[in-house]
């Protein structure tokens, strides 16, 4: 059983109306400028994320899936804050985080905190895990120095550590200890969501089920809602209320979980839950299409339907104009490319 932790006081008391989404991100872009040579001229842009619209409500999780460059980071990195979109925008409690400066946006990374993938690079080497896990509450200006003390003994606790811990520096810990400590840093500021970057894809596989097993304690204790990012369709099956499948920038198919992995249309997703090892000899095998091909540039991506020169059921007509998505069944769109007729 996890321990109960009393959240340090904060001034933000604003809760999200019940029942309303915690998370509206609505029509996000990010185009990033490529320079060229010497002088750098404009070479181009990438177009990392590209009119990208989704909701999470509190203790929900959904998850975005697709190939390595397809914009999850970035994404994530939008929804906190952390950086600017090319259009679109992010309300979180109804608040536009596009907008906010100062205090307000340190008040938002407050409440929305990260845990990263990789728990050997990301925990600075230098602090012990008491200064790792209390830095948050010092940058916020969290309680007195002695209410910190309790509070890192209580978030260590928590995670599943010793209070002893505080004292000893992050190469003591092996991968799973440390993304435990990532886990303690990020809850340390009692935010009411976590962006969760590939938490468990550098771990090895018998240490990925118990920090699995923890966020999803910490979910349903916490009422905490979850974006979490990965490539792994197992982990994310066993993991989300929800999916979103990305490709190029953009969403092309979002469903609740088990109706996205009985029923995928997209031939993206088809494609992604083809390769996957099959754990649940129940479900209907998706068509057997392999992902053939490389992600084309995010810097040039195709006309019409991005998955055009990849996709075994293309048409002339993919090449026309970008599907638009529309909604399949109650909650699953799909990007509905001119192929699917
Ligand atoms: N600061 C940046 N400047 C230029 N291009 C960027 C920048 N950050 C990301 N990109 C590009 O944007 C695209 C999307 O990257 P992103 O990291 O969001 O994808 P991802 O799906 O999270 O992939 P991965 O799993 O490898 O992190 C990639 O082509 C990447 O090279």
Do not use: W
């Amino acid at each position: 059983m996890i321990p109960e932790t009393a959240p340090v006081e904060s001034p933000h008391d604003a809760e999200p109306p019940s029942g309303q989404p915690l998370l509206r991100v609505n029509g996000l872009t990010k185009h990033f400028p490529v320079r060229g040579g010497m002088l750098r001229p404009l070479a181009g842009t990438v177009r990392a994320v590209d009119d990208v619209s989704f909701e999470v409500r509190g203790g929900e999780t959904l998850a975005l899936v697709g190939e390595s460059g397809c914009g999850k980071s970035t994404t994530g990195r939008l929804v906190l804050g952390l950086l600017r979109p090319t259009g679109g925008t992010v309300r979180y409690s109804g608040r536009d985080v596009t907008r906010m400066r100062g205090a307000e946006l340190r008040e938002h990374r407050r409440r929305m905190q990260i845990v990263f993938q990789d728990p050997f690079s990301s925990l600075d080497p230098r602090l012990n895990v008491g200064g790792i896990v209390g830095e948050g509450l010092a940058i916020h200006r969290m309680g007195t120095p002695s209410e910190r003390r309790g509070r890192i003994a209580e978030l260590l606790t928590l995670v599943g550590l010793s209070p002893r811990d505080a004292g000893r520096f992050p190469h003591q810990f092996s991968g799973g200890q440390r993304q435990r400590i990532g886990i303690a840093r990020a809850l340390a500021t009692s935010p009411e969501f976590l962006v969760c970057d590939e938490p468990v894809s550098a771990l090895d596989v018998s240490i990925q089920a118990q920090i699995i097993n923890l966020l999803r304690d910490l979910q349903h204790e916490r009422g905490l809602g979850y974006l979490f990012i990965s490539h792994d369709l197992n982990l994310v099956r066993h993991i989300a209320d929800r999916v979103c499948v990305m490709y190029l920038g953009e969403i092309v198919e979002s469903a609740p979980t088990e109706d996205l992995f009985r029923d995928p249309r997209h031939p993206y997703t088809r494609a992604l839950l083809a390769a996957v090892p099959r754990l649940d000899a129940h479900s209907r095998p998706p068509e057997r299409v392999g992902l053939t091909g490389e992600l084309p540039s995010p810097a040039n991506p195709p006309e019409g339907c991005r998955f055009r020169p990849r996709c075994p059921r293309a048409v002339p007509e993919s090449a026309t104009a970008r599907p638009a998505l529309t909604e399949v069944a109650p909650g699953h769109t799909v990007a509905a490319c001119p192929c699917f007729n």
